[in-house]
């Protein structure tokens, strides 16, 4: 067998050159493609890993960065992800890890050419952003999504090293805000700026160097302001920026003046290429109209931070007939959605945020119906995330029917356990009818009571689902059996408050080598079930993170607070915190 | 797509053989569905492994308990969380309750900022704030002219709530508003009895205070089950 194979290998060397193959790869860019092509044959693995240009890590413990740039010599361009998403909502404690700095230090020596580094949830110090500035001569495109660990410091470092930059994009990070100062470190020479997103910053830039680089900028497509810049200044932005594409507001709030909204009016207005607009916090509404005349234009439309009520929201809403992305603050209310339903009907994605999540009590008018009359109206929608405080299996079951392409379904029923608010009933059938009928279904998160009944039918049908989020719901272990031993496509798993423990666990152990992550708190595993999962399966590393001193201090049979497990080739994590221990094979402990 | 170095492995059926299970370790088990059907026995021979999992998850054979009182478990380990991982930053001291949910509702730290503490201009609709620390955009539905809010929690509910005791002029108003608030029926009334805390640090049987007296000195409202 093996000599006839590297006959074969021979003979195909011979005739098919290694140039051509390259070439020919370098049209598969996507990386299950390249992934399925290193993997025809030994000589294919070494044409394609020294040609693959971009590479994405799902999780920075699966693989270290000696193994990626010693695969991979030839990247351009690199994305990593740190914490599991459920540190979004404070579950993973401060100092768990995901720290950057060892993969750029890895990545200054082995990527010079190196142009592009997108992160998110990760840990990224001042240090870190400086070496990236001084290591790669033709960095272009900086994304720090969700990201912390950096001040404005760092921020200037980039500004004043990083001459080829195009992109510098910071998502929703923590930045520990010093001061404005550091925008006035891009050199005055540097006009090759494509996209700007300093949206999460608190502190004010100096106005006139953001100014003279918005106008020394003709690439300029994406200027995302941050709230401390004020509304009347925005039309000198955009006067000098009539090419922009995407564009987010500071405060939208000012004193009523004709002058400033005949000014503002007539900047956005000479924004011919608005597709997307956001910011608008603090919105007054008597200034919204000044952005009427790019509705007509407008794909997406980010008003999640906009306090302003539901008759101001559906004038604006109604005149974007072109709109496919939409989020907005449960202000709308149902009447809004309703308005929604009527006038976007390309709408994709919906996002709907709580304005007042702590407290049940409704403060505004906004139901399962809100979302019904969308689902009803809008034919290509295919993302929603939803926070509300009723529902109805019949509201799911319509909802269900009528978008069966759905490909995302968040909802949030803002009281943990909700039942059917009309027959009181567990929520089972109406997920269940979402996962039967959606059968593109990708990712979906699960509120309101349920039962293991729910599990059951994910488990069964929910076959192209990759991520699942579990909150307050099923009853014993049968219902995390279901859904580990079905979801066929399941990556990641995360699941808090839930009365899972071993058994399901265990029973289903393999299954955890075929997902990204699993990630289980305030649940019933115990200590002994994840010494187990450690001892038999190495190759995964099994976390378990409890603040409350060793595990070895308690019974074995004592539940863990946090679990985290995910695959990966580079063993054991070398840098835990004091509170987060793994299990070698031998079952020893290992802080 | 991710890194695949060899990571994924073919999807083979799980249930052949994988049972960790068996390896020995008294797998802790959560309320019924397991332990009844599967014998978590140490000396199972191999072939008894290989129970068909069909015939393991037999759901009519299966004892499903009712609705699991997952509150009693859920306090005894919120009480093994740490000070400080039970603030969430933006929090007032009102929100830092001792039965409050971290990283509940799932919403981003940005997100929450806003909803506690942006500034409401005159030129909004909103009123201005209420009084307490940390008021958001309220929807003004069921305000009175001088609102006056109090947290109310309800026996055996997570997440408490607010009432504006400036809407109230008796104690029956009252205990009716508290029991619908919490989706209780009306005529269950009776089985509930309405406790509060007063100024004194003292909880103390509401009723027998007159109103007015009740409406300056109270801080805070529990609503518990007669017959405690």
Redesign the interface.
């Known amino acids: 067998y093996l000599s006839n194979t590297s006959t074969l290998s021979t003979k195909m060397a011979k005739s098919f050159p290694e140039e051509v193959l390259e070439h020919v790869f370098s049209f598969i860019t996507?990386?299950?493609d390249r992934?399925a092509v290193s993997l025809v044959c030994k000589s294919w693995y070494e044409i394609e890993r020294w040609c693959r240009k971009r590479?994405?890590?799902?999780n920075c413990y699966?693989?270290s960065p000696r193994?990626?740039t010693r695969?991979f010599p030839e990247v351009r361009s690199v994305e990593i992800k740190g914490k599991p998403h459920?540190a979004?909502?404070?579950?993973v404690?401060e100092g768990w890890g995901g720290c950057v700095y060892p993969w750029i230090s890895a990545m200054a020596g082995a990527y010079p050419w190196l142009e592009e580094i997108r992160l998110k949830r990760m840990v990224v110090s001042d240090e870190a952003l400086e070496l990236i500035s001084t290591s790669f001569c033709n960095f272009k495109v900086l994304v720090l999504s969700?990201c912390e660990g950096f001040s404005t410091d760092g921020l200037a470092s980039i500004a004043a090293n990083c001459r080829e930059l195009r992109v510098l994009d910071l998502r929703?990070s923590?930045v520990d805000d010093l001061s404005g100062h550091w925008l006035s470190h891009f050199p005055d020479t540097w006009t090759s700026l494509v996209s700007l997103n300093i949206a999460?910053l608190g502190s004010e830039v100096s106005f006139s160097a953001l100014e003279r680089l918005v106008a020394r900028s003709p690439n300029l497509r994406t200027l995302r302001l941050n709230r401390a810049v004020s509304l009347e200044k925005l039309h000198n932005l955009l006067c000098r920026a009539p090419q922009l594409v995407e564009f987010g507001t500071g405060a939208y709030?000012s004193e009523?003046r004709p002058d400033v909204f005949s000014n503002l009016a007539g900047a956005f207005s000479g924004c011919k290429q608005l597709k997307g607009l956001s910011g608008f916090?603090?919105?007054?509404?008597?200034y919204l109209p000044a952005i009427y005349l790019t509705c007509s234009g407008l794909t997406s439309l980010n008003l999640?931070?906009a306090?302003?009520?539901s008759p101001d929201l559906v004038k604006l809403v109604s005149q974007c007939h072109n709109l496919q992305r939409l989020w907005v603050l449960d202000?709308i209310e149902d009447i809004g959605l309703d308005a929604l339903a009527a006038s976007c009907k390309h709408l994709q994605e919906l996002r709907v945020?709580?304005?007042?999540?702590?407290?049940?009590?409704?403060?505004?008018s906004l139901t399962e119906r809100g979302l019904v009359a969308v689902s009803e109206g809008c034919p290509k929608l295919q993302s929603v995330l939803y926070?509300c405080r009723q529902m109805s299996n019949a509201a799911l079951v319509a909802i269900a029917r009528n978008r069966p392409n759905l490909v995302c379904f968040r909802l949030?029923i803002?009281?943990?356990?909700a039942p059917d608010y009309l027959t009181l009933e567990p929520l089972d059938a109406g997920f269940g009818a979402i996962v039967e009928h959606c059968k593109e279904l990708r990712r979906l998160?699960l509120s309101g009571?349920l039962?293991?009944r729910v599990f059951?039918y994910i488990g069964t049908r929910g076959r192209k689902l990759e991520m699942l989020?579990i909150?307050?719901a099923g009853?014993?272990?049968?219902?995390l059996?279901?859904v580990?031993?079905g979801c066929?496509s399941l990556r990641k798993l995360e699941i808090?408050?839930c009365?899972?423990?071993?058994?399901?666990l265990?029973?289903?152990?393999?299954?955890l080598?075929?997902m990204?992550s699993l990630w289980m708190s305030?649940c019933?595993?115990?200590f002994?079930?994840c010494k187990?999962?450690g001892q038999?399966l190495p190759?995964l590393n099994v976390e378990v993170i409890d603040?409350?001193g060793s595990p070895d201090s308690r019974p074995e049979?004592c539940?863990v607070?946090k679990l985290y497990i995910y695959?990966t080739?580079a063993g054991p994590r070398v840098d835990m915190p004091p509170f987060v221990w793994t299990i070698d094979e031998d079952a020893a402990l290992r802080v | 797509?991710?890194?695949?170095?060899?990571?994924?492995?073919p999807?083979?059926p799980?249930?052949k053989g994988?049972?960790?299970?068996s390896?020995g370790?008294?797998?802790?088990?959560?309320?019924?569905?397991?332990?009844s059907i599967?014998d978590?026995n140490v000396e199972k021979s191999s072939e008894e492994k290989k129970r068909s999992?069909d015939e393991a998850?037999d759901?009519q054979s299966?004892q499903?308990?009712e609705?699991?009182p997952?509150l009693v478990?859920?306090q005894q380990?919120e009480h093994?969380?740490?000070e400080n991982?039970s603030s969430?930053i933006t929090?007032s001291d009102e929100?830092e309750e001792e039965d409050g949910?971290?990283?509940?509702?799932?919403?981003?730290?940005?997100?929450?900022k806003?909803?506690?503490g942006?500034?409401?201009?005159d030129?909004?609709?909103?009123t201005v704030g209420n009084g307490e620390s940390g008021g958001?955009?309220?929807?003004g539905?069921?305000r009175g002219p001088n609102p006056t809010y109090v947290k109310v929690k309800m026996e055996g509910v997570?997440?408490?709530?607010?009432v504006d005791l400036s809407l109230h002029h008796s104690y029956q108003t009252l205990t009716h508003t508290l029991v619908g608030?919490f989706g209780r029926c009306q005529e269950d009334v009776k089985a509930y009895k309405l406790t509060y805390q007063d100024n004194d640090g003292d909880w103390l049987l509401a009723g027998d205070v007159p109103w007015g007296t009740f409406v300056r000195s109270v801080q805070r409202l529990k609503v518990l089950n007669n017959g405690d």
């Open positions: 996507s990386d299950s992934n590479v994405f890590v799902g699966a693989v193994i990626l695969r459920f979004d909502f404070n579950l404690p969700s929703e923590e999460c709030s009523l916090w603090d919105v007054v509404p008597a999640s931070y306090t302003i009520q202000y945020f709580p304005s007042d999540p702590y407290v049940v009590d409704p403060n505004v926070f949030c803002i009281e943990p356990r998160s009571l039962t293991d059951e989020s909150a307050f009853e014993s272990d049968l219902g059996h279901h580990l031993s066929e808090r408050d009365p899972f423990g071993d058994k399901a265990l029973a289903n152990a393999a299954k080598e075929t990204r305030s019933s595993v115990s002994g079930a187990l999962l038999k190759r603040e409350r049979s539940p607070e695959r080739v | 797509m991710e890194l695949q170095l060899g990571l994924a492995l999807s083979v799980f249930s994988f049972d960790l299970n390896c370790y008294e797998a802790k088990e959560v309320l019924g569905g397991f332990d599967l978590c999992f998850f759901v299966v499903v308990p609705t699991l997952l478990w859920n380990t093994n969380y740490p991982s969430s929090r929100e949910i971290i990283g509940w509702p799932p919403i981003k730290y940005r997100r929450k806003l909803c506690h942006s500034p409401i201009s030129a909004n609709c909103w958001g955009g309220d929807g539905h069921s997570t997440i408490a709530r607010k608030m």
